[in-house]
Each structure stands twice: as C-alpha cells, then as structure tokens.
C-alpha cells in the first residue's frame, strides 16, 4: 500500500523566502510527525498532531515555524523568512495512534 | 549532554564479521527503546524494538540494561547491504516523541 509521502522532495530557498512543506500521511493514520534532520545528525522532533488537533509543538525551534493539519489528514510545515540554519531534511511520520511510526522520504531544504 | 548518545563511528568491517553498536540514554523514566536504520539519503525505518529481556531477529540481537541505561545492537554474520547508519531511539515516560541518536555508521566491506 501507499506509504508516507512529501512534496517537494528537494527546495532551494533564498534566505528570507517562505516556504511549505507537504505531508500525505497513511491513510486512516491519527498521529502525525515532524521532524529535522540536521546533516550527520538523528532526526529531532519538532511537532505532533492528533487527527487535526496539534498536541504538541515544543520542538519548533522558533516562531517562523508552524505548522497545521486541518482536516486530520494532509499536514503542512511552513517555514517564513528562511535562514541558513534551516538547511535540513525535514521528515514526517504518521502512525495509527501512537504505534510505529512510519517516515516519508523527507524534504531536503537548502537555504541559500 | 544529549539524551541520546552514540558512538558515530563509521565501524569498518569485513562481510561475515560480527559487530556490536552501543548506546546510553539519560532520562530514567525512558519506556520505550528501539534502533532504526537510515540508508545514505533515505528515511529512517524501524529495524527492531528492545525489550528488557533481550531479544533477537535472525542475525539482529538487541539488548536493554535499565540500570546502567545502557543499549545495544549486535549483527552476525555481516552483510554488505547491512551498511547503514544505525539510530538508537528513546521514548521517554508516556510520551510519544521519538528520541534519537546521531547515529552508528556502518560500511561492510567484501
């Protein structure tokens, strides 16, 4: 079956551009996860939603992130005014409520 | 002092070779532990769980010592398409976060 998909798979933004980030979780999945993969490093969580309602979003790592899930399903990272130190992959995840969590591909952001 | 601490290696090992991976965490109160694996440009995928007891896929064993806070990965019997990075993951208390390590490398040589 499908599995986790994200669009687009690579990004080139100049510093200061917004950006969005897209996430096709599994389908029927109630939990979805963000998280950034920094080069040579673990992923770390950023953010968490229940069906539409964000949980949890201690891991942003400033205000120009944020994040939504509107109707429990499609998930959308948006990054404003990009910095160089947002150069990352950004992973999601969706799990059938808070079982394995399954990984999409990932966005490679490259901030310029 | 990260939460979650690996050695990053790489480890460089000829195929047949058995090579083990450890990992220390430093909350108490972590519940849940797993390893991942993570090819080059690829997402992390689900290799095994840990359970307290220990316990073994095919040339995978994984083993949890709570009171040192202490995990481990062993792999018989090398092979070369077990070359990846290999992530120690924690949740902590009843969280549902995902706590990782930087991750092993492995490259398995013929």
């Known amino acids: 079956g499908a599995g986790v998909s994200q669009s687009p798979r690579y990004k080139v933004a100049k510093r200061g551009q917004d950006v969005a980030l897209r996430c096709d979780p599994i389908?029927?999945?109630?939990?979805l996860f963000w998280y950034q993969q920094a080069l040579g490093q673990g992923p770390e969580f950023l953010t968490y939603?229940?069906?539409?309602?964000?949980?949890?979003k201690s891991g942003l790592p400033s205000d120009r992130f944020f994040a939504e899930r509107p109707e429990g399903s499609v998930s959308t990272l948006k990054i404003q005014r990009t910095q160089q130190e947002d150069s990352a992959v950004y992973l999601c995840?969706?799990?059938?409520?808070?079982?394995?969590?399954?990984f999409g591909p990932g966005t490679r952001l490259t901030v310029t | 002092r990260k939460e979650v601490e690996q050695d990053p290696g790489p480890f460089n090992v000829p195929e047949g070779a058995t090579v083990a991976f450890n990992c220390t965490y430093s909350?108490?109160?972590?519940?849940?532990f797993f390893w991942y694996r993570q090819d080059c440009r690829k997402e992390p995928k689900l290799l095994m769980s840990?359970?307290?007891s220990g316990n073994e896929d095919g040339r995978f064993t994984a083993q949890l010592n709570r009171a040192s806070q202490y995990i481990s990965l062993l792999i018989r019997d090398s092979k070369l398409s077990d070359s990846a990075t290999y992530l120690c993951?924690?949740?902590?208390?009843?969280?549902?976060?995902?706590?990782f390590g930087s991750g092993t490398r492995l490259l398995v040589r013929p």
């Open positions: 995840a969706s799990s059938p409520r808070n079982r394995e969590q399954y």
């Open positions: 389908s029927g999945h109630v939990s």
């Open positions: 939603f229940q069906n539409e309602a964000q949980l949890d």
């Open positions: 909350n108490s109160a972590s519940q849940s």
């Open positions: 840990v359970y307290s």
């Open positions: 993951v924690v949740i902590e208390d009843s969280s549902y976060k995902l706590i």
